[in-house]
Structures are given as C-alpha cells and as structure tokens.
C-alpha cells in the first residue's frame, strides 16, 4: 500500500526541501492534540496547557480536528514562508471551496468526502451528508462543520486568530529552537540532492519514501494504494521537529504534493514482558488486522467506519478489534452513540525494540 507521486515531468529544481513555520506550528499542535504519540515531548506540552490562556485553549479545541488526527492540506504549504504571518496570508487567499474541503476531509475523515463530490456550500444533499459524517465522528466535529459550512469566512477568521495566539502563547519560543535543527537538516539534504541526486536525498528522509527505479516516481509506504503527480509544480519536502513519529502527506487532487517527514530521534522504549510481545505480535499475523491498523494510524474510527472503508462486515470487523485490543494495540472510548478505536500507537511503534529487549532479558 503506498502513495505514488509522479515526477517524469519535473523540473529538478521543483523538489524542495524547505522549513515551514506553519507546518511546525501544526506539528506542535497535533503534539498536544495527541500527546500519546509524542512521549519525547510530554514535559513540553504539559508546560505548554498549564501556561496557555483557558481562551487559547479552548479555541484549540474546537479546530483540533485541523490537526488532531491527520492535518489539514492548507496547514502544509507547498511554496513555505520565512514567517508565520506570510503563510498565514497565503492560507487567507486560498478559495472557501477548497478551503472547506480541506477541512472536512480531516473533521468527517478524509476518505468519507470525495473531492469530487457537489460542494456542501451549495448542495443541500452534500452539505447533509457531511454533517451525518462529521456527527459520526462526535458532538465537537459535527459543532465545527456546522459553523464552517454556515459562515467559513468567520471560521476562518477564527482559525487565524486561534493560530495567532498560539505564536504568542508558545510558538515563537519554541521555533527559535527547533529552526536550528530544522535548518541543520536542510543543509545535508539540499547537499545530498545537489552532490548525488534525489535518490539519495529520499533515502535521508525516511525509508519509507524511495524513488522508483525507473526514476519516473517518488515512492512514499504511508497510505493506501494511490497516485498523484507533481507535473511542472513540484514536490516540497518540509522536515519537523516536533512531528515524530510521523511522516505527513499531502496528495489530494487540486494540492502541490508535500512531504512532512520527522528530524527528531525517537525516544527509548518501556520493555515490556515476552507474554505481552508475542499477544502482540498474535494479534499483528492476520492481514485484516494489520488493514484495520493502517487505517487508524490515521486516527479514531467506528466500527462502522472501518467496515465500510475495508468492505467487511461489521461483525468481523469487531472480533478483529476485540484481538487488538486484548493486545493492548487499541483503546475504546465511547462518544454519545458510537464507539470509536485508537491506535495505541507509542506501543506499536515500539514492538521491535521490546522483542530485541525480551529475547536479550
């Protein structure tokens, strides 16, 4: 399952490796949206909500889900700032059409809306069917998409001034940092790409992404089965720090394809018991389970919505999760009338190092 970006038409010097204020900004965010994914950054964040205003931080929650589970295409520039506020203007010139789009695919999950699909400004059937998609995903999502597809210019005002705030509050301060190590990469990867080619630079960034060897394509093992191109636009590759473990892709039709890939080590591992490593790796040896995983690594879902992405039934699909969750890969936790399942994604991550650890104990 991976996402292929053709480049046989590209200009060399449309790949970019460039740093993005707005797409770091949203890295931090979706750190204290989802904290279980980040333990290397856990002091930071709790510093981060005991400091914040009770304003800022309710204004976080009601866009969490711009970045919560998966981020917002506006939020990762293809053409990034040296500031803020100018990619900031940049989002502000964006159309509401797409805008809104953008932010549905994350608010009601991005496969549920198709891009193709009338406009829920202007469809009274579309704009019924998001907001049954986003009530689905709980009370919060459905607020937000009733008040963007109402008025999304005093939503996207909001959001604006919510991210504003955010600079002022912990940004800035956390920028200076990260900009260095930002800037530090950037340096190996342009000389990579400039001394031996794309291959090698891709090959720096994670070994999920590979060229082809037909040179035609970036190769990206992230997503389910899909193609975009770059063409004449090119393809930006924006490095993170705080967006560890996660590599962020933005592929969808009418979007300059960008790749947020992680600079940060990962932390150390808890070990754990051999009993509970070989429950896990049990529970990981069924091709239908190791499906379901890769569609919750991109956040919460229902049973309901697992079936209907993988075209099972839904009682199959919950004895896979009761298996998962007897691993302890996943979490339950119910919200009014459904049930949605998170990846316990740190222990996950960690399964490798705590079967070395085990044997070696």
């Not at 940049?90 to 549920?112: N, Q």
């Not at 969808?252 to 070990?271: N, T």
């Not at 079936?307 to 979490?331: F, N, Y």
Request: charged share 25%.
């Amino acid at each position: 399952m991976t996402l292929r970006i053709d480049i046989s038409e590209l200009p060399p010097e449309r790949l970019r490796f460039v740093a993005s204020p707005l797409a770091e900004l949203t890295a931090m965010l979706h750190v204290l949206a989802e904290p279980g994914h980040h333990p290397q950054f856990s002091d930071w964040a709790a510093d981060v909500r005991a400091g914040m205003r009770p304003e800022l931080a309710e204004r976080l929650r009601e866009a969490e889900f711009l970045w919560r589970s998966s981020q917002a295409d506006f939020l990762l520039p293809a053409r990034p700032r040296p500031t803020l506020v100018e990619e900031l203007d940049d989002v502000d010139r964006i159309d509401d059409e797409s805008y809104v789009t953008a932010a549905l695919g994350t608010t009601c999950g991005s496969k549920r809306v198709p891009v193709a699909s009338p406009s829920p400004l202007t469809d009274a059937t579309a704009r019924r069917r998001a907001l049954h998609l986003a009530q689905a995903r709980g009370a919060r999502q459905e607020a937000f998409s009733e008040r963007l597809l109402a008025d999304p210019s005093a939503v996207r005002e909001r959001v604006r001034h919510t991210l504003e705030q955010c600079a002022d509050a912990f940004f800035d301060t956390a920028w200076t940092s990260a900009a260095a190590q930002l800037a530090t990469d950037l340096r190996l990867k342009n000389d990579l790409l400039r001394r031996q080619g794309i291959g090698a630079a891709l090959a720096s960034v994670s070994g999920s992404v590979t060229l082809s060897p037909d040179g035609d394509h970036i190769v990206v093992d992230k997503l389910q089965d899909r193609a975009t191109a770059a063409h004449t636009n090119g393809v930006t590759f924006i490095p993170s720090v705080f967006g560890r473990p996660h590599l962020v892709v933005v592929h969808a039709p009418g979007w300059q394809p960008v790749v947020q890939y992680p600079v940060a080590e990962p932390g150390p591992s808890e070990p754990v018991s051999l009993e509970t490593v070989t429950l896990r790796l049990e529970a990981l040896a069924h091709p239908v389970r190791l499906r379901l995983l890769r569609t919750l690594a991109r956040g919460p879902h229902t049973t309901g919505e697992l079936a209907h992405t993988w075209e099972l039934s839904p009682p199959e699909v919950s004895r896979h999760l009761a298996v998962l969750r007897r691993a302890g890969l996943l979490t339950a936790r119910r919200h009014g009338r459904y049930i949605r399942y998170t990846l316990n994604l740190p222990d996950l991550s960690a399964l490798g190092a705590d079967l070395l650890a085990a044997v070696l104990r």
